[in-house]
C-alpha cells in the first residue's frame, strides 16, 4: 500500500485537537487500497539526465548597485581582461572606479538529448558586494560542464524579482536583489553523446530502492512484452531487452506508461529538531505501552530596587536588581495505547495529552527505545 505522509504543525491545543480529528477522517478516506502509478513515476531511465552547466561573467548597466571595486579586484581585473580581447589598452596602473558592473556566477542545466541551437534558462547570482542586480545585461559568459568542456554561451538582460531603494541612511528591501534571471538567456553550442537507442538493454533504476517494488516492476514488464524481458539486478536496478522488432522510442513510451502498483513502504517517523515537525506514514503500529506527559517550566522575572539616602547625608544612590524564579509543573497524563494502534490511534492519543510538536520529538524517541514503536526514527 502507499503511504500518505501526513504533518504536524505547531498548533494551540484546541486546535490540535480539530486537527486530529481531521487526520482520523483523511485516514478513514484515504485508508483504503493504494492505487497503481506508472513506471514514469517510479522509475527514471539509465543515461537519461540532465548535466549542470556554469560559468563566470560579467553583469553590465547597473545604475551603481555595482561590486565596489576597491573590496572586489577580481571585477576589476575581469573587465581590464575583457577589454584587452576588444583591443582597448587601458595604461598601466589605472585605478578603475567601477559602479555599474557585478561579477557573477551563471548556472544552469542541460537537459537530456538537448541539440545545439536549443535555448536554456540560466540563473544569475552576484558573487561581489553588489547592491542590486535589477537592469543589468548579462555579457557573453560560456557555461562549462564538469568536463571544462564549453556546452552553451549564455547572455542577455536580467529579470530580478525584488526592488530596493534608500535615502537619507534609510532603506526598503522586497525579495532579493542579487540574483536574477534570464529565459531562453543561454544557447546550447555542444550536445552529450546518448546511446541509449544502440544500447542492447535498458537500465531502470528505481527512484527508493525496495527489492518487493522492483520485483511488481519486472512482473508488470513481463506480462506485457513477455517472459525473460524484464530482469531485477538488485533492489533499485531492472534490467530490460527491448524487443528487436519495436523501435527504441515507442518501445520506451509504452514501457513508461505501464501501471504498477508499489509495495507497502517501510514505516517511517521523520523528526525535524530545528521546526518541530513531525511526519509519519500510514504504515506506523505501535505495541502496548502507556505515555506520560508533563510539562516543567522555570519563569525568572527581574525588577530593579532603588536605594535612595537621606536628605544632607553623604550617601550615593544605589541601583540593584531582585529577581524572583516560579517554577511550575503542570500534572502528567497516563494515556494507554492498545497494540497495533494505527497513525491516527497515535495522533489522537498524543494531541489528547496536550503534547507540541517539540514534545513528540522526545515521545516518540522514548516509545522506539522502549521497543513499543514500529517504525524507523529519522532525524534531519
Known amino acids: 500500500m502507499k503511504s500518505f505522509p501526513l504533518q504536524l504543525l505547531r498548533l494551540t491545543l ?28 517510479l522509475a527514471t531511465i ?9 560559468g563566470y561573467g560579467l553583469v553590465v548597466g547597473l545604475d551603481g548597485t555595482g561590486d565596489q571595486t576597491t573590496q572586489t579586484p577580481f571585477t576589476v581585473q575581469s573587465i581590464i581582461s575583457m577589454m584587452q580581447q576588444m583591443g582597448v589598452s587601458l595604461p598601466p596602473g589605472t585605478n578603475l572606479q567601477l559602479k555599474n558592473v557585478a561579477a557573477v556566477m551563471v548556472t544552469s542545466a542541460l537537459p537530456p538529448f538537448a541539440q545545439a541551437g536549443q535555448t536554456l534558462d540560466i ?11 535589477r537592469g543589468g545585461t548579462l555579457l557573453m559568459t560560456p557555461l562549462k560542464g564538469a568536463d571544462g568542456q564549453i556546452y552553451a554561451i549564455a547572455q542577455g538582460s536580467l529579470v530580478v524579482g525584488g526592488v530596493g531603494a534608500s535615502a537619507n541612511g534609510s532603506q526598503t528591501q522586497i525579495n532579493h536583489l542579487s540574483v536574477g534571471r534570464v529565459s531562453a538567456g543561454a ?48 533492489g533499485r536496478v531492472i534490467q530490460v531487452k527491448p524487443p528487436a522488432s519495436n523501435s527504441r522510442v515507442g518501445f ?3 514501457l513508461e506508461t505501464i501501471n504498477v502498483t508499489p509495495a507497502q513502504t517501510t514505516a517511517k517517523v521523520i523528526l525535524n529538531a530545528r521546526t518541530g515537525s513531525v511526519v509519519m506514514n500510514q504504515s506506523v503500529t505501535l505495541d502496548s505501552c502507556a505515555i506520560s506527559h508533563g510539562n516543567l517550566s522555570v519563569v525568572i522575572s527581574s525588577a530593579p530596587v532603588i536605594s535612595q539616602p537621606g536628605p544632607l547625608s553623604s550617601g550615593q544612590t544605589v541601583a540593584t ?11 502528567g497524563k497516563v494515556v494507554p495505547l492498545p497494540a497495533g494502534a494505527s497513525l491516527s490511534d497515535v495522533v489522537k492519543a498524543l494531541n489528547a495529552i496536550g503534547t507540541t510538536p517539540q514534545d ?8 522506539k527505545a522502549a521497543g513499543a514503536l514500529h517504525a524507523d526514527l529519522e532525524i534531519i
Open 14 to 41: 484546541q486546535q490540535q485537537r480539530a486537527f486530529a480529528a481531521l487526520l482520523l477522517f483523511l485516514t478513514m478516506v484515504i485508508g483504503g487500497p493504494a492505487h497503481a502509478e506508472r513506471i514514469k513515476d
Open 46 to 54: 539509465q543515461g537519461v539526465r540532465s548535466n549542470q552547466l556554469i
Open 123 to 133: 540563473t544569475v547570482s552576484s558573487m561581489g558586494n553588489a547592491k542590486s542586480l
Open 187 to 234: 544557447t546550447v553550442e555542444r550536445t552529450v553523446p546518448n546511446n541509449i537507442t544502440a544500447a542492447d538493454t535498458v537500465t531502470l533504476e528505481l527512484k527508493e530502492a525496495d527489492f518487493s517494488t522492483a520485483n511488481l516492476v519486472v512482473d508488470a514488464i513481463n506480462r506485457r512484452f513477455g517472459q525473460n524481458t524484464a530482469m531485477a539486478m538488485d
Open 252 to 254: 520506451l513510451a509504452s
Open 321 to 331: 536588581q531582585v529577581s524572583q524564579i516560579d517554577i511550575n509543573k503542570e500534572p
Open 360 to 367: 513528540l520529538l522526545a515521545i516518540l524517541q522514548a516509545m
